[in-house]
C-alpha cells in the first residue's frame, strides 16, 4: 500500500516520522530524527514528507532511544517505507489567499 493511501485509510491526524529499513535496523528518511510532519500534509503535498506519497509502506517500527538523548518527538507514529533511487520530489502546494489592501482596510480570503 501506498503512504498516501495508508495515512487516508489508517492514520488520523498523527505525528509521524518515515524511516528506511537498513541492516542495523532503521534509519531516518530525513537527516535528523526530531524531523516529523503531520500526517495528513503528506496528501496534500505539503511539508517534509510530501515527497513519499507514493511510496510502499513496509510497516511500522518502534524506535528506542537512550535516556541521554534529546527527542522531542518521541511519541511520533515511525513508517517504515521504500526506498527508490530516483525519489521524485514535488512542490509543495501553498494556500492560495487573495489579499485587499486599502489605506485603512485590509483583508485576506
Known amino acids: 500500500m501506498k503512504l ?8 488520523h491526524n498523527n505525528v509521524i ?5 537498513n541492516k542495523g535496523g532503521h534509519e531516518v528518511v530525513l537527516n535528523d530524527w526530531n524531523d516529523v510532519s503531520m500526517d495528513w500534509e503528506v496528501n496534500k503535498q505539503k511539508g517534509k514528507f510530501r515527497h513519499f506519497v507514493d511510496n510502499e509502506v513496509l510497516g511500522l517500527t518502534t524506535v528506542s532511544f537512550g535516556a541521554n538523548q534529546k527527542i522531542h518527538h518521541a511519541d511520533a507514529l515511525n513508517i517504515v517505507i521504500e526506498r527508490l533511487e530516483n525519489q521524485p520530489y514535488l512542490d509543495e502546494v501553498l494556500d492560495e489567499q487573495i489579499c485587499y489592501s486599502e489605506a485603512s482596510y485590509s483583508s485576506c480570503n
Not at 498516501?4 to 492514520?11: D, H, P, T, V, Y
Not at 516520522?17 to 529499513?21: E, T
Open 4 to 11: 498516501g493511501e495508508f495515512i487516508k485509510n489508517f492514520s
Open 17 to 21: 516520522r518515515l524511516v528506511y529499513k
